[in-house]
């Protein structure tokens, strides 16, 4: 019996050393509510640019959480515009999703990712 308690109390502990090891995604605040044009300016021209209305967006992406939590998959979203940026960064890209704030793309939530990481 104190055998398996050890063990019970190890596992938590592997599980979190595991996947904090290695940081491949950070939150970058400054950029949250900034105009597109205005991250241009800052960034230059993006690698890739993509755009969606919320009942086409991916479930599971870097910026699901974020999106989802301000615009839930519901009837009275369907339609809100979503841009999706991408600039390159080295050995990381950063990714920004926009939406549309009185007539103006402001970001929603902006990440830098390491290249190579899949979600």
């Not at 949250?32 to 969606?52: C, Q, R």
């Not at 519901?74 to 809100?80: G, L, R, S, T, Y």
């Not at 999706?84 to 926009?98: H, K, M, N, Q, R």
Request: proline share 5%; charged share 30%.
């Amino acid at each position: 019996m104190k055998i398996y308690g050890k063990i019970f109390l190890l596992v938590p502990l592997i599980m979190t050393a595991c996947h904090s090891d290695k940081k491949d995604i950070y939150p970058i605040q400054k950029y949250t509510d900034i105009s597109y044009s205005d991250m241009v300016n800052e960034l230059g021209p993006p690698v890739d640019k993509t755009a969606y209305k919320i009942k086409n967006a991916s479930t599971k992406s870097w910026n699901h959480d974020e999106l989802f939590s301000r615009y839930p998959k519901c009837p009275e979203n369907k339609d809100i515009q979503i841009m999706e940026i991408v600039w390159d960064a080295g050995e990381y890209s950063l990714f920004a999703c926009f939406h549309m704030v009185d007539d103006t793309n402001r970001c929603l939530v902006a990440k830098k990712i390491r290249k190579g990481v899949k979600f």
